[in-house]
């Protein structure tokens, strides 16, 4: 009923555009306030993953590593055999 | 909140709401015009001059009624800021124009109150050449014949009828069902620089700010009571902007939230592929 009188229509218009205001800005503090805890869990989870991936990384190297020094003891060994077969068989051995 | 109020200079007093404006010296003195307030009602009074120029503004406490003639007037302590620059509030006088004979409270000070206290009913009573207003009170249930007794009692310093108050109070009390935290004091009335009457000039509206201050509305623009005087708060559509503003905020923390969550959702699956606990 305040509607129709002068000033009490502002009055009500400030009220509602204060209101506005006070939601509007709760609303955006709760949705900022989700979005940094939510990228804080993000965070939390990329660092676990990332240390994992560190992890393997470092396993993936160190088998690397054995891997290429097996590879080369076997070159060494199969060029020793080689050799060996190649004198063996100069001196009339059968193998 | 009023913290300008804490060097009140000369205290003066008055118990009848009687306002006028002088020429001059931009005070509000008397007036006529019944208010019908209720003892502890917060009460902001902003003078205007016919032209709608604001001349000052006055803020208090409902304190006593004082029934000089039959009809409630509240008795008002108030603040208001002379031209000196001084706030004044309603205890003595001396060197003001208050008529000693309406003067009922003296050696009392008004209590800055720490915190804000709403009044309850706000009531305002426009005069002639205000029709637009006239035909809106119609619609609340004004009778037409009651607002042309008021007016021109108002107008020619006349105090209204009992039965009219009453039918105007029981207007008012019937619409006071307005938020606490929205309303504050809507009474404006000018006097005439012709002649002296009071002469409404315009409706004001008095919110709380988010800080706690009054806020009142003059036109488009609002207003905050703001270390003992009135500033500039805003504009509507400064207001209208912010919300916009806050709008658009809320839209993109709303798309940075959704965009943390699709994140979050991807790194839990690879967690998981993983094997991490998580």
């Given at each position: 009923?305040f509607n129709?009188?002068?000033g009490?229509r ?15 800005e709760a609303?955006?503090?709760t ?10 869990e993000?965070d ?6 990332d ?7 470092t396993?993936l ?12 003891a076997?070159?060494a060994a199969q ?7 190649i004198?063996?068989?100069?001196l009339?051995?059968?193998? | 909140?009023?913290?300008g109020?804490g ?8 118990s009848?709401?009687?306002?006028q404006?002088?020429s ?8 006529t ?5 209720k003892?502890?009602?917060?009460v902001?009074?902003?003078?205007y001059t ?6 000052t503004s ?10 000089p ?5 509240p008795?008002?302590l ?5 031209n000196?620059g001084i706030?004044?509030t309603s ?5 003001n124009?208050y008529?000693?004979?309406?003067l009922?409270t003296s ?6 109150p720490t915190?804000?206290?709403?009044p309850t009913?706000?009531f305002y ?5 205000q ?9 609340t249930?004004f009778?037409?014949?009651t607002?042309?007794n008021?007016?021109n ?11 009219e108050i009453?039918?105007v ?9 307005i938020?606490?935290t929205?309303?504050?004091v809507?009474i404006v ?10 002469y409404?000039?315009?409706?004001i ?10 806020l009142a509305?003059?036109g488009?623009?609002?207003?905050e ?14 207001l209208?902007?912010?919300i916009?503003d806050?709008?658009g905020k809320?839209?993109n923390a ?6 943390a969550?699709?994140?979050l959702?991807d790194l839990?699956?690879k ?8």
């Amino acid at each position: 009923m305040f509607n129709g009188i002068r000033g009490m229509r502002g009055l009500r218009g400030l009220g509602d555009l204060l209101t506005d205001i006070a939601t509007l800005e709760a609303s955006l503090a709760t949705v900022t306030s989700s979005t940094t805890s939510t990228t804080a869990e993000a965070d939390r989870i990329q660092a676990l993953i990332d240390a994992k991936t560190n992890e393997l990384q470092t396993k993936l190297n160190n088998l690397q590593t054995m891997l290429n020094t097996a590879k080369a003891a076997l070159t060494a060994a199969q060029t020793r055999l080689a050799d060996l077969q190649i004198k063996a068989r100069a001196l009339g051995i059968a193998v | 909140m009023f913290k300008g109020l804490g060097s009140l200079g000369t205290l003066t007093s008055i118990s009848t709401l009687r306002i006028q404006y002088v020429s001059g010296e931009g005070r509000a003195l008397y007036t006529t015009i019944p208010i019908y307030l209720k003892i502890g009602d917060t009460v902001l009074i902003n003078i205007y001059t016919r032209a709608g120029v604001f001349v000052t503004s006055l803020i208090g406490k409902i304190e006593k009624l004082y029934n000089p003639t039959g009809n409630d007037y509240p008795s008002i302590l108030y603040y208001s800021r002379g031209n000196d620059g001084i706030l004044y509030t309603s205890e003595g006088s001396s060197t003001n124009n208050y008529d000693p004979s309406i003067l009922t409270t003296s050696g009392r000070l008004y209590q800055v109150p720490t915190t804000v206290e709403l009044p309850t009913i706000a009531f305002y009573t426009e005069l002639a050449n205000q029709m637009a207003w006239i035909s809106s009170l119609k619609q609340t249930g004004f009778t037409n014949q009651t607002i042309i007794n008021i007016d021109n009692k108002l107008t020619t310093g006349i105090t209204a009828t009992s039965s009219e108050i009453d039918s105007v109070r029981t207007v008012f009390k019937n619409t006071a069902a307005i938020s606490p935290t929205q309303i504050g004091v809507s009474i404006v009335i000018g006097i005439s620089e012709q002649n002296g009457l009071p002469y409404p000039i315009l409706g004001i509206t008095v919110g709380i700010s988010p800080t706690g201050n009054y806020l009142a509305q003059s036109g488009t623009n609002y207003y905050e009571f703001k270390s003992g005087i009135w500033q500039v708060y805003s504009t509507a559509a400064d207001l209208e902007a912010k919300i916009a503003d806050l709008q658009g905020k809320i839209n993109n923390a709303k798309a940075a939230l959704a965009a943390a969550q699709a994140r979050l959702a991807d790194l839990r699956a690879k967690a998981q592929a993983l094997g991490i606990s998580i």
